[in-house]
């Protein structure tokens, strides 16, 4: 059997979206171009370059806003109100 060479398999579109990475990205902060994949941030997914990014436990962010959200999460109990929760003092009767 004679060898024809790679296989070439063709891939559907929707197979490639513009959240994947590609050869070349553009940083979502900066907006400046580079000629090779660029990271993507943990937490909104953003592309980010290596002057913009912001490092948190071994994990890469586009800012700390976005490192602190996704360390410790949002502030729960925005929409609860101070009785629902409770004051932690004891009323009379208890």
Same mark, same amino acid.
């Given at each position: 059997? $004679?060898?024809?060479?790679? /296989?070439?398999?063709?891939?559907?579109?929707? $197979?490639?979206?513009?959240?994947?990475?590609? $050869?070349?990205?553009? +940083?979502?902060? #900066?907006?400046? !171009?580079? !000629?090779?994949? /660029?990271?993507? +941030?943990?937490?909104? &997914?953003?592309?980010? +370059?290596?002057? #913009?990014?912001?490092?948190?436990?071994?994990?890469?962010? +586009? %800012?700390? /806003? #976005?490192? &602190?959200?996704?360390?410790? %999460?949002?502030?729960?109990?925005? %929409?609860?109100?101070?009785?629902?929760? %409770?004051?932690? @003092? /004891?009323?009379?009767? @208890?």
């Amino acid at each position: 059997m $004679l060898w024809a060479g790679p /296989l070439r398999v063709k891939r559907p579109a929707s $197979l490639y979206t513009d959240r994947m990475p590609g $050869l070349a990205d553009s +940083c979502e902060v #900066c907006k400046r !171009q580079f !000629q090779f994949s /660029l990271p993507r +941030c943990g937490f909104c &997914h953003r592309t980010v +370059c290596g002057d #913009c990014s912001s490092r948190m436990a071994g994990a890469i962010f +586009c %800012g700390r /806003l #976005c490192a &602190h959200s996704f360390f410790y %999460g949002g502030d729960e109990d925005a %929409g609860e109100d101070v009785d629902s929760r %409770g004051s932690g @003092e /004891l009323e009379e009767g @208890e």
